[in-house]
Structures are given as C-alpha cells and as structure tokens.
C-alpha cells in the first residue's frame, strides 16, 4: 500500500513539473506586426514572422493553450486537386470540392502543428508578406521546428492585435522542402 502511495506520489510531481515547464515557456503571436514571440524563463528566445488569418478568416484573438501537436499534420479543409501527372488542377480546394476524372484531392501539408484553438494552430507553411491564412498562423519551416520542439501540450499562447492594421508588409518567405524529408510534398 505505501508502495502505491509513493508511486501515486511520484507521477504527480512528474505531472506537476510538466505543467510548470510548459508555464516558464509561453507564446504572444502579435498580428498587428505579423509576428510570433516564443519566450522562455521570462525572455525573448525566438521572434518569427507570420502569415495570420486573411479577411474573413481571422486568427482568434485571447489566451489559449497548445492542445496538441503533430509533427506531420494535414488540413481537414483544404488543399489542392492535382491531376495523375501531378500538375495543379485547382489550388484552392477544400475537402468537398469536385475533382474531376483522373484527378485528386490532396489535403494541404501543415508540417510542426501545434493547435491552440479548434482547428487552429502554428506550423510550417508559405509567408507572402501579409495575412493570408484561413486563421492558421503561418511560420517559416525553421522557426515552427524551433517552436514545435520548445513548446509542450499546456503551452500558455495569446495572440493580440489586428490583422487589419499590419504594421509592415514583409518580402515573401518561400517554403522550401527536402525531398529527402518524409513530410515534404512534391506538387510538381
């Protein structure tokens, strides 16, 4: 019996410190300056910029906590249709568009997700200088890396700001993917 005490003891505290570990870590994504702050033990570690959701599909704004994380992760509402030859059919497809004979519904590839709000997370994906997403906080493939390692389940994140009133529009930052990498996608 003081056997199953310890041990309940034990898990607790290995539970406990989890939770305090992902509370000395946090997330403040700013979409007025379209961008995302990982701070740890009280400072700035990593500064990223972003894509935040497009008009009419807003990032959420307020206090959240990563829910989950997937390093290989797909929409379940969007992506492309894609011919046999790989060629691009429709680049703005979501799950319920047609698709025509010898053609293909690929969802997009969303890769290091980390969710904070229902179907809304940080990972990887194209930054055209803008909001652009459908409320997905867009990172450079380096950083969202950097992010997804740093960050737990728990992790506090609060997003503030506009996306209507960017501070700055920035170059484009394309995505560049290794065919070597088991999550690169090849749309050729």
Known sequence: MKFAIRVAIALFALGLCERVTA????VIINLTEQAAYLIEDGRVAIVSPIASGKDGWGTPIGNFRIVSKDLNHRSGSFGLIVDLHGRIVNPNASSG??????CYYLPAPMPYFMEFSRYIGMHAGYLPGYPASHGCVRMPRDLASEFFARVQIGTPVRVVGNARNVTRVRRAIPILQSPLLRYATNYR
């Open 23 to 26: 509370q000395q870590t946090r």
């Open 97 to 102: 568009s047609e698709v025509p004979a010898g």
